[in-house]
């Protein structure tokens, strides 16, 4: 699963609205629903795993979305504002722990009506969520199987020469 598609499950579950991806293509729902969109992500450093037998390291990097909701209909205002209050409830919060996903911002509800037919307004409300989630992967970095090395000792020195080898 995306990290979109298990935003999308978070949102639609904690909806009492119809919950569709914004700026696709595609029939709408009846109104009130609520269009969402993944603005953008902003990625934080990587952190690597050990490395297992087969050479394969686990990467995983974390990122903050800018989730933008766009609610249509009548009550679109009281819409997102009682799915922002489900977000924060037992219900979404084990269902985002399920989905690796944590809601860490609110923004500001906006009553945002969209101006139709040039003389007609259609109701709109605006809400901005901060979504963290993870990305992991894995990276084939190879193992060392085998390291040889050579020396001599030189002027006259006998004896061995201690070497310490460590493998996690």
């Known amino acids: 699963m995306t990290a979109e598609q298990a935003i999308y499950e978070l949102i639609s579950g904690a909806s009492d609205v119809p919950v569709i991806f914004g700026e696709e293509n595609g029939p ?15 990625r934080f450093p990587l ?27 009548a009550s679109s205002l009281s819409a997102l504002d009682m799915l922002a209050q489900r977000l924060g409830m037992e219900r979404a919060l084990g269902e985002a722990e399920r989905l690796d996903l944590a809601v860490f911002e609110f ?57 310490d080898v460590a493998v996690p």
């Open 28 to 42: 709408r729902p009846p109104k009130p629903y609520i269009a969402l969109k993944v603005q953008w992500a902003h």
């Open 107 to 163: 923004g500001r509800a906006s009553q945002v009506p969209v101006l139709r037919d040039q003389a007609t307004y259609e109701p709109r409300a605006v809400l901005e969520l901060g979504i963290r989630y993870s990305v992991v992967t894995v990276d084939a970095v190879g193992v060392i199987e085998e390291i040889s090395a050579r020396g001599e000792l030189t002027a006259g020195a006998t004896g061995t020469v201690p070497v």
């Open 47 to 73: 952190h690597h795993g050990a490395v297992d037998p087969a050479g394969g390291q686990t990467v995983m990097g974390h990122r903050d979305a800018s989730v933008e909701l766009q609610c249509f209909g």
